[in-house]
């Protein structure tokens, strides 16, 4: 229910006419993630799109377009869309860090893979999630 709410309000945003170029990018991915977290992979994915073809340099379209890809088991479009969001200096780069980790272990990178999950860790040391992932690596 809440999910529904603020995509209602993500819609009603966007059907503003009068709604600015950059609050149009940030309400296509703010619904996106919405979406996403509703389990609704295919309409996240196309408001990250849209988000990209109104401006190609929004890192966190990328990043959460990334994510979205990843959990859908897409490591190839994760990692290329995580480094994408990296490069355009995402506002969430421990986020971007983790999902490229694990999508670089998924293609059997595993070295790249533990490097971004130590910086993952280190830009937001109180986050578990990268520790956690950590964990499952032995160093030699």
Not at 20 to 33: C, E, F, K, L
Not at 44 to 57: C, E, G, K, Q
């Amino acid at each position: 229910a809440r999910n529904q709410a603020a995509i209602a309000q993500c819609d009603a945003a966007l059907a503003d006419p009068a709604l600015t170029q950059a609050d149009r990018v940030a309400s296509h991915v703010n619904r996106g993630i919405v979406l996403m977290l509703a389990n609704r992979e295919k309409d996240a994915i196309r408001d990250f799109d849209t988000a990209v073809a109104l401006d190609a340099r929004e890192p966190e379209a990328y990043l959460n377009k990334g994510l979205t890809e990843l959990r859908i088991g897409n490591a190839s479009a994760a990692l290329s869309l995580a480094s994408r969001a990296i490069e355009l200096r995402t506002r969430k780069p421990a986020i971007a860090y983790y999902v490229r980790g694990l999508a670089a272990e998924d293609g059997g990178d595993v070295r790249s893979a533990y490097a971004d999950l130590k910086r993952a860790a280190a830009i937001d040391p109180n986050w578990s999630d990268p520790v956690t992932e950590l964990q499952r690596y032995r160093v030699r």
